[in-house]
Each structure stands twice: as C-alpha cells, then as structure tokens.
C-alpha cells in the first residue's frame, strides 16, 4: 500500500489580505490579514506561523509531553523550564531558514521606503487571541525597534509567552485551555509613530453604541497598551462627530493627538466597524502619512 504524502508545512504567509486560516497565523495576524482585505492600511509584513511554533515545540524537553496533556502547565516548576528552553533557542533549522528569505525581502523592501525606518516590529498572534470570546490583549509579547538580526530571539521570546504567568492565570480565570493552543508570530515594519490610539466603537464603560472612546499618547503606544503611561481619553459623539470629552493624560506637551488627527482617526473607527460589522476595539499609530492599523478585534465585554 502506497504512503501517502505529507503535506509541508507552511512556515511563513504574507499579511496582504488572502484571508488566511486563524489557526494557522493567530488571532492577530488574522485581524490584520483581514483589514489588509478590507483595503485598510496596516504595516507591511508577515507571519510565522504556528506550524513553525509546533516545529520548535517538539525540541524542547518536556514539548511531547506538553502535546499530550496541557495541565503540566498548571506546574509552576514545569512551566518556568518550558520557558525558559524556548527563550534558550536557537530556532530549529527548518524554522530559520524559512524564516530568512521573508525577512530579507521584507528589509529589502524597507530600504527603499520612503516612509518606514529599517526597523521591525515583532508580535505574537495566539490561536486564542483577539476572538469574540477572548482578546488576551497585553498579555503575550510584543517587541519594537529592532533590527533584522534581533528578530529570530524576539521570535522565541513571544512564544515563550504563551506560557507565562500572567497568560496562564487569563485563561484559567476564563475557564480556557491552559497550553492556548499555539503562537504564531507576526513580523512588520515599524510604524514610525508620533502619537498611538486605541479606540472603541463602543463605549466600554458605558456601552453607549453612539459613543467613540479614543484613548492617545505620544509615541509608538507601547507604554500606553500595557498601563505605563496615563493617555488622554477622549469621548466622541458619532453621529456629529463632536469632542464630548477630554481628559488630558499624564504625558507633557499638550493633547497627544491635533484636531485632524483625530477627525482622521473617527472616520477610520467608523469605517472599521462597518467592514467588521461589529463593534470594535482597534490600534492604530500615527505617523507623517497619516494613520497605520495595528489590530481590530471585535469588544469582548459590554
């Protein structure tokens, strides 16, 4: 009897809008796969996906053992050398060298842009993340500016957060699988910011639908996701379109954000939800040709 063929594992899928399978490239990349297809703008790039994750899996001590029962994660002990064998790399052969010509050709393409600095973003999309049910937002790793050579370490680590205390106690308040599946790891070009926004097309505290909450600092935003800084929260009206509310962050210099900026940023909020056909919570960076998508994902909570 003949064997049948195995399929190749797909390591690598360009974010340009094919709208590729969630379990394949996580939960974020799909979102901006998605918005890529809407016509929205989001940073060139790509995603390593999770076969690659899975191939790195079956190195680490304990990765076969992980595969059959995922409760060893409850393990702190268990949990912290998992970690700590992935963050130890190196990525396996097959992974780095699928890994190398995408990022050639993504820094190629950045040296001759006008817009973006050879620097790369590097974000983890778990399988889990950013669903209906769940955003896990904040809770997996994201690195900015780095270089090229930067990117495989940066790669280990995001993954290695799929395992971490903080993503581990999410899921087990939400009654989720412990081992979340698996991390595929999102690689773009960084957005040269001078200010980010998270904005809700809903209010999340109120829950008024004909609210837009935008919250703003300087900068590339980082700080702002995970609660170092104080943004500027603003309130708009959506049918007028109108400042309803505004209350300065604790960031010197003035409003993080000018009027057409934010009218800018309103009309954006407006557009994404339409596409989704949801309410949504989205990032975005600001930079001098305007506004970059950075994620949108339907609101988990009213």
């Not at 919250?215 to 309803?244: F, H, Q, S, W, Y």
């Not at 954006?268 to 989704?276: D, G, K, M, Q, T």
Request: proline share 6%; aromatic share 4%.
């Amino acid at each position: 009897m003949p064997v049948p063929a195995q399929s190749t594992p797909t390591l690598v899928e360009w974010l340009d809008g094919r709208r590729s399978d969630v379990v394949r490239i996580g939960g974020k990349a799909a979102s901006l796969d998605r918005l890529a297809a809407f016509g929205f703008r989001i940073p060139p790039g790509f995603c390593l996906t999770t076969d690659a994750f899975v191939a790195q899996l079956a190195t680490l001590p304990d990765g076969d053992r992980l595969a059959r029962d995922p409760g060893i994660l409850a393990d702190l002990a268990t949990r912290t050398a998992l970690v700590d064998a992935m963050v130890a790399g190196p990525l396996v052969p097959a992974v780095a060298s699928g890994l190398a010509d995408p990022l050639d050709r993504l820094t190629a393409e950045l040296q001759t842009d006008a817009v973006h600095a050879l620097r790369l973003a590097v974000r983890s999309s778990g399988v889990a993340e950013d669903s209906a049910a769940a955003s896990f937002a904040g809770l997996h790793d994201t690195e900015l500016d780095l270089s090229a050579d930067e990117v495989p370490a940066a790669i280990l680590r995001c993954w290695a957060s799929l395992w971490s205390d903080r993503a581990i106690g999410y899921r087990t308040r939400r009654g989720l699988p412990l081992h979340g599946g698996a991390m595929a790891v999102v690689v773009q070009a960084l957005v040269p910011a001078t200010a980010a926004a998270v904005a809700f097309t809903r209010h999340p505290v109120t829950g008024r639908d004909d609210q837009i909450l935008v919250n703003a600092a300087p900068g590339l935003g980082e700080a702002m996701v995970t609660g170092l800084v104080t943004p500027d929260t603003i309130v708009i009206d959506k049918a007028d379109r109108a400042v309803i509310e505004f209350t300065p962050g604790d960031q010197p210099g003035g409003a993080a954000l000018t009027d057409d900026a934010l009218a800018d940023l309103v009309v954006l909020c407006i557009s994404v939800e339409r596409a989704f056909g949801a309410a949504v919570d989205i990032e975005a960076a600001y930079a001098a040709d305007g506004w970059y998508l950075l994620q949108a994902r339907p609101i988990t909570t009213r």
